[in-house]
Nanobody, 115 residues
Framework: QVRLVESGGGLVQAGGSLRLSCAAS????????MGWYRQAPGKQRELVAA???????NYADSVKGRFTISRDNAKNTVYLQMNSLKPEHTAVYYC?????????WGQGTQVTVSS
């Protein structure tokens, strides 16, 4: 069983930065695709960024150049550095681990950006 624990969310003013972390238990982290998703009130959950086991990344168009995903396989942790935040980035951010056909999710961390 994989457990994902997110941290680093909070309240920040527009233009500020936050760094989210997601620590994974278990031994499959380094072989897995890791992703960050977000869900704003009244909206569907959407992919923000993902990183493969080899370090290839992809981003939602809306965050390219602003957010950076990275991983530390030695620490079983994935990060999301978020810069130049805007109020529209307000959402619950979820960590995701994909292994074969299985998805594991964290409990989510709230990010609120005030104008």
């Amino acid at each position: 069983q994989v457990r994902l624990v997110e941290s680093g969310g909070g309240l920040v003013q527009a233009g500020g930065s936050l760094r989210l972390s997601c620590a994974a238990s278990g031994s499959i982290f380094r072989f897995s695709v890791m992703g960050w998703y977000r869900q704003a009130p009244g909206k569907q959950r959407e992919l923000v960024a993902a990183i493969t086991s080899s370090g290839s990344t992809n981003y939602a168009d809306s965050v390219k150049g602003r957010f950076t995903i990275s991983r530390d396989n030695a620490k079983n942790t994935v990060y999301l550095q978020m810069n130049s935040l805007k109020p529209e980035h307000t959402a619950v951010y979820y960590c995701n681990l994909k292994w074969a056909t299985i998805d594991y999710w964290g409990q989510g961390t709230q990010v609120t950006v005030s104008s």
